[in-house]
């Protein structure tokens, strides 16, 4: 589950608990149901959204206990997490994970999702992890790496190696933004640039609009696969 909290102009989304934060689909409404509740919230100049997790793990990726063998369950599954994606594409507001554990496969997704990915020095790797368990990578994940991993050498080495890279390799990758010291250290500063993006007084739903427009493949992906209401009918 996650919780929503409010300070100044940051919003911090916290995936609670010391589990895996395994992307179910309990776990995804309870996401989405936080940031419906940002949206509603009195418009203020200015916001940022700043996603942490508790425990050892950013989010390891799809419940794949939960779905078993159940093909519907596991289209279900990324149905929600795209509808997840979408959400925060749209959000108006710049939108940082702080990665203080590992984020491995639809959990690296969701991470990436975001504007902007602070990481853990000493503790955490990002992960595609398909090849490794037998997996086919799901379309609109490469559509979504294409966008946020400019080098081709780089995506091979996520995709086709499954590489596990710790925060300084990330960053040298330039997969993310910057690497921190600890836990607590990362989320600072992932707040400190929320505050440092509220600062520059933007329209919130312009930015959102032209992340939308930066984001224009993986929305039309997405928009490609069928729904949540058609998957939920097979269950």
Same mark, same amino acid.
């Given at each position: 589950m996650c919780t929503?909290?409010?300070?100044?102009?940051i919003?911090?989304?916290?995936?609670t608990?010391?589990?895996?934060?395994?992307?179910n689909?309990?776990l995804i409404d309870?996401?989405r149901?936080a940031?419906?509740r940002?949206?509603? @919230?009195?418009? !203020?100049?200015?916001?940022?959204?700043?996603t942490?997790a508790e $425990?050892?793990?950013?989010?390891? &990726?799809f419940? %794949?206990a939960w779905a078993q063998?159940s093909?519907?369950?596991?289209?279900l599954m990324?149905?929600k997490?795209?509808?997840?994606v979408? @959400?925060?594409? !749209?959000?108006?507001?710049?939108?940082?994970?702080?990665?203080t $554990?590992h984020a491995?496969?639809? &959990?690296?997704i %969701?991470?990436?999702?975001?504007?902007?990915?602070?990481?853990?020095?000493e503790?955490?790797?990002?992960?595609?992890?398909?090849l490794?368990?037998?997996?086919v990578?799901?379309?609109w994940f490469?559509?979504?790496?294409?966008?946020?991993?400019?080098?081709a050498?780089?995506?091979t080495e996520?995709?086709l190696t499954?590489a596990?890279?710790?925060?300084?390799?990330a960053?040298a990758?330039?997969?993310?933004?910057?690497?921190?010291?600890?836990?607590?250290?990362t989320?600072?500063?992932a707040i400190?640039?929320g505050?440092?993006l509220?600062?520059?007084g933007w329209?919130g739903n312009?930015?959102?609009?032209?992340?939308?427009?930066?984001l224009?493949?993986?929305?039309e992906?997405?928009?490609?696969?069928?729904?949540e209401a058609?998957?939920m009918?097979?269950?």
């Amino acid at each position: 589950m996650c919780t929503l909290e409010k300070r100044g102009d940051i919003y911090i989304l916290t995936l609670t608990g010391s589990d895996e934060h395994r992307l179910n689909p309990t776990l995804i409404d309870s996401i989405r149901s936080a940031l419906r509740r940002v949206r509603a @919230e009195p418009a !203020s100049p200015s916001s940022a959204l700043v996603t942490i997790a508790e $425990g050892r793990f950013f989010s390891n &990726g799809f419940d %794949l206990a939960w779905a078993q063998s159940s093909q519907p369950r596991r289209e279900l599954m990324s149905a929600k997490l795209q509808l997840l994606v979408k @959400e925060l594409i !749209s959000l108006p507001m710049p939108t940082i994970a702080s990665v203080t $554990g590992h984020a491995s496969a639809a &959990g690296m997704i %969701l991470a990436l999702s975001h504007d902007y990915v602070l990481m853990r020095k000493e503790r955490g790797f990002l992960y595609m992890s398909e090849l490794d368990i037998g997996l086919v990578l799901p379309d609109w994940f490469m559509v979504l790496l294409n966008c946020k991993i400019g080098d081709a050498r780089v995506r091979t080495e996520v995709v086709l190696t499954a590489a596990k890279l710790t925060a300084e390799m990330a960053a040298a990758r330039g997969i993310v933004h910057s690497a921190h010291d600890g836990a607590e250290g990362t989320v600072e500063a992932a707040i400190r640039l929320g505050q440092e993006l509220v600062k520059r007084g933007w329209d919130g739903n312009v930015y959102g609009k032209n992340r939308m427009v930066v984001l224009k493949e993986v929305l039309e992906k997405i928009g490609t696969v069928p729904g949540e209401a058609k998957t939920m009918s097979k269950l």
